[in-house]
Structure formats: C-alpha cells, structure tokens
C-alpha cells in the first residue's frame, strides 16, 4: 500500500513541482531532491517509494516542463490524484511512462497519510485507512500502452521494431 501526501489546493505549477533553478539537469534522481521544495520542504524526507501525490484543480499547470514529471517520478512517486490536470503535465506523464488519475472525489475522500490501493485497469482507489472505495475512469487503452511502454519514444521503437 501507499502513502497519501495531500496538498489541499489548485494550481500547483510546475515551478512550484521543481524550482526553475534545478532545470540545468535531466537527472530523475538529482531533481527528485528539490521536488516540491518550494511548496513542502518536507517532501523529499516523507515520500517513500510508491506514494501519491493528491491534489486540486489544474496540478501541473505553467511552463511545459518535462522536469517536473521526471522529479516526480525520480522521488519514487508512483501518481498523481488530482480533481484535473493542467493538459501539457498531462500528456508529459503520458508521454513519460507516468500514470496520472483525475478524481473528482480524491481531495474530499483522501487524508493526509490515508493509505492507499490502485486497481488503474478497473479505475478504482481503495482508501484503506477511511474505508472507502473512489472510482475514476481509467486511462484509455492507447494512453496505457504508452505508459507500460515506458513513454512515448520507447512505444514508437517497439512499434516499429515489431
């Protein structure tokens, strides 16, 4: 099971997901030690691998920067709930191999350290530690196929090497 890390509000921006100061590398390891700095200090010493991330309306929104994707998953994250997503962030987690889930009810239904189970095929997310199930739509067939591909450029290889 993972662990929830909520950040109740809106438009968390890219800057916000990593400083525009650490864009000098592509290293997932190195900006996953500067993710969310400016918004919790504390993140990087909290997030254990396979956590989420919860959030509002528009995460991901600003500059259309892969890094913040690349931190997110370099500090072990394994998605983002958010109510929506800014469509640049969407489709860079896409194309980046990472799974992100629109949810509606997640801010309302997830807490801070609520524990918690994805079943991403049936679109369902088990809050074990409240005892409620929050359904979402999954992620269409081709968008998955990107993911477990590993991104978008690994997908092309593998289309067009099979």
């Not at 072990?76 to 980046?96: E, L, W």
């Not at 979402?136 to 067009?160: Q, S, V």
Request: hydrophobic fraction near 40%; charge should be negative; include cysteine.
């Amino acid at each position: 099971m993972s662990a929830a890390h909520v950040y109740k509000r809106d438009h968390i921006n890219t800057d916000e997901i990593i400083p525009a100061r650490y864009l000098n590398t592509d290293d997932e390891a190195e900006l996953a030690k500067h993710c969310l700095e400016d918004l919790d200090k504390d993140f990087v010493n909290k997030v254990q691998a396979g956590d989420i991330i919860v959030a509002g309306e528009d995460f991901g929104c600003g500059s259309s920067r892969e890094h913040a994707v690349w931190a997110i998953r370099g500090a072990g994250v394994q998605t983002v709930i958010a109510k929506s997503f800014a469509r640049i962030f969407f489709r860079n987690a896409i194309n980046n191999g990472f799974y992100v889930i629109e949810s509606h009810d997640g801010l309302e239904k997830i807490n801070d350290g609520d524990e918690l189970e994805i079943d991403y095929k049936t679109g369902l997310i088990k809050n074990k530690t409240a005892g409620v199930d929050i359904e979402f739509n999954p992620l269409p067939d081709f968008a998955l196929e990107i993911i477990n591909d590993g991104g978008l450029l690994n997908h092309i290889t593998k289309r067009t090497t099979d």
